[in-house]
């Protein structure tokens, strides 16, 4: 062996020693008894449990946003390829474009309500508008609830952004 390969195993066996000392030293206050460390991993659990329960309320409100956005997003690309196609009629074109402002409008309502709630302090929201914009759908994510107040709240806000009084509010945890 050449003198450097002796000293980088000097080096190494220094190191291994160090890290001997130093773990023994950081766990003198840790977790000796297995008994914490079954109360740890039971906490870990339960933990675990209560991050998938808030996922899966989480993922209610994306999937219903993004489903939402995918439908009008198609339906205005259908839209579209009617207007740009040559061989389409101008009041085809005319109704195409009048139903483009529509769901584009109602895109924006919807948007503006959904954002209202949320800044009256609930977490999140899904508004659904109907196609002939007579009924809003609201769904609330809350653990309570909604008093008349808050409802009447709601609805106030729905009224407000898009002049719909036939208000359909429902909680979800």
Request: hydrophobic residues 40%; positive net charge; aromatic residues 2%.
């Given at each position: 062996m050449t003198k450097k390969q002796v000293?980088?195993?000097?080096?190494?066996?220094?190191?291994?020693?160090?890290?001997?000392?130093?773990?023994?030293?950081?766990?003198?206050g840790g977790l000796n008894d297995t008994t914490d460390l079954a109360g740890a991993l039971v906490e870990g659990e339960k933990d675990e449990d209560k991050d998938k329960e808030t996922i899966s309320q989480t993922d209610f409100f994306i999937d219903a946003r993004s489903t939402r956005e995918n439908n009008?997003?198609?339906?205005?690309?259908?839209?579209k390829d009617v207007v740009e196609n040559d061989?389409?009629?101008?009041?085809?074109?005319?109704?195409?474009?009048?139903?483009?402002?529509?769901?584009?409008?109602?895109?924006?309502?919807?948007?503006?309500?959904?954002?209202?709630?949320?800044n009256k302090g609930y977490s999140d929201a899904i508004c659904e508008i109907s196609d002939d914009s007579k009924k809003a759908d609201i769904i609330v994510?809350?653990?309570n609830q909604l008093t008349e107040k808050e409802g009447a709240i709601?609805?106030?806000?729905?009224?407000?952004?898009?002049?719909?009084?036939?208000?359909?509010?429902?909680?979800?945890?």
């Open positions: 000293g980088i195993i000097f080096t190494l066996l220094a190191l291994i020693v160090c890290t001997a000392i130093l773990g023994a030293k950081l766990n003198n009008d997003a198609s339906a205005i690309q259908g839209l061989k389409t009629s101008k009041e085809q074109k005319d109704a195409a474009s009048a139903e483009i402002t529509k769901i584009t409008l109602r895109q924006s309502q919807q948007k503006t309500i959904e954002t209202n709630i949320k994510k809350s653990d709601i609805q106030e806000i729905v009224q407000s952004a898009c002049g719909i009084s036939d208000v359909n509010i429902s909680v979800k945890k």
